[in-house]
């Protein structure tokens, strides 16, 4: 039997690159995710882990699964949060970089 892992996300600010150039991504196999309260609970179903996503990023993972580039998803989020597109761009490129470092999301384009 499996042990499960539960953690959540830290994405710490740290020079990441924001030039998406239209690029899309996609829910890894055997990656499958609920809503708890508003926010979202991830399952990786490869290693038992589970990832609780905060606002932002299950906002992030809402607008990916609708098949959005990311690109797009920093657009979705400015309108949503108000927010300052410079700081959503770090935001879905770190976002980005920690799901596709663990598997959870395969970069396709």
Excluded at 14 to 32: E, I, L, W
């Amino acid at each position: 039997m499996a042990t499960l892992r539960f953690g959540k996300l830290n994405l710490q600010r740290s020079p990441v690159s924001t030039d998406f150039d239209h690029k899309t991504y996609a829910v890894a196999d055997g990656v499958s995710w609920t809503e708890t309260g508003g926010d979202l609970v991830l399952f990786d179903s490869k290693n038992g882990a589970y990832v609780a996503l905060n606002p932002t990023s299950s906002a992030i993972w809402r607008a990916l699964i609708q098949g959005c580039s990311a690109d797009e998803i920093v657009e979705k989020l400015v309108e949503q949060f108000n927010a300052e597109t410079e700081i959503l761009n770090q935001d879905v490129a770190l976002f980005l970089d920690q799901m596709v470092s663990r598997g959870l999301v395969l970069e396709i384009t």
